[in-house]
């Protein structure tokens, strides 16, 4: 009966040091690069490659009002929100429909706001020849209007409208969890 509990105990001790050797090698291995320039890295090199097209807050390039257009239809196709940042003027008018939010804001914190529209599910119709969109311009013109604004419907009903200044900046975002809570 010794005998037991004496190789019941070497037995122990022994899954206790191969446990603890374990545990200290497995805690003291470097991190794998790859796996940490994904973890910490949310940008990618498309990304970052779009953005210094289009501007740097160092340089005050002005890119063309279809193309800014376009790449809001990617951004919102993809939901890569990360770009409307570079996109916005320094201060954004933002109205969440059906909410008391928002405001003027920084194009930061606007940027931010733009994860309402995470659960629109696309395709987004951006087609402004769209009756409901033509709607949406005459109904609430302060909101939706004038005719130069720029107004997507996902296909799940969210709405987004924006407004553009002198520079083809954007300086409103209005957004609603479904157009029909402007429609009569």
Request: with cysteine.
């Given at each position: 009966?010794?005998f037991y509990?004496?190789g019941f105990?070497i037995?122990l001790?022994?899954?206790i040091?191969?446990?603890?050797f374990?545990?200290?090698?497995?805690y003291?291995?470097p991190?794998?690069?790859?796996k940490?320039?994904f973890t910490?890295q949310?940008?990618?090199?498309?990304i970052?490659?779009e953005t210094e097209?289009?501007?740097?807050p160092?340089?005050?390039?002005i890119?063309t009002l279809?193309l800014?257009?376009?790449?809001?239809q990617a951004?919102l196709t993809?939901?890569n929100l990360?770009?409307f940042?570079?996109?916005m003027?320094d201060?954004v008018?933002?109205i969440?429909e059906a909410s008391e939010?928002?405001?003027?804001?920084?194009?930061?914190?606007a940027?931010?706001?733009?994860?309402?529209l995470?659960?629109?599910?696309?395709?987004w119709?951006f087609?402004?020849?769209?009756?409901?969109?033509?709607?949406?311009k005459?109904v609430?013109?302060?909101?939706y209007?004038?005719e130069?604004?720029?107004?997507?419907?996902?296909?799940?009903e969210?709405t987004?409208?924006?407004?553009?200044n002198?520079d083809?900046?954007?300086?409103?975002?209005?957004?609603?969890?479904t157009y029909?809570?402007?429609?009569p």
């Open positions: 009966m010794k509990k004496v105990f037995l001790l022994v899954i040091a191969g446990a603890a374990y545990l200290g090698s497995s003291n291995k991190v794998d690069k790859e940490a320039a910490k949310k940008p990618t090199k498309k970052e490659d097209e289009i501007s740097t160092s340089s005050k390039t890119i279809s800014l257009k376009e790449n809001i951004a993809t939901m990360q770009p940042e570079t996109y003027a201060e008018n933002v969440l939010c928002c405001g003027t804001m920084t194009n930061e914190e940027a931010l706001q733009m994860q309402y995470e659960d629109a599910d696309a395709p119709n087609d402004q020849s769209n009756e409901t969109i033509k709607k949406l005459e609430e013109p302060t909101k209007g004038p130069s604004a720029y107004i997507g419907i996902a296909s799940n969210y987004v409208s924006f407004k553009f002198e083809n900046k954007i300086s409103a975002v209005t957004m609603a969890a029909k809570l402007l429609l």
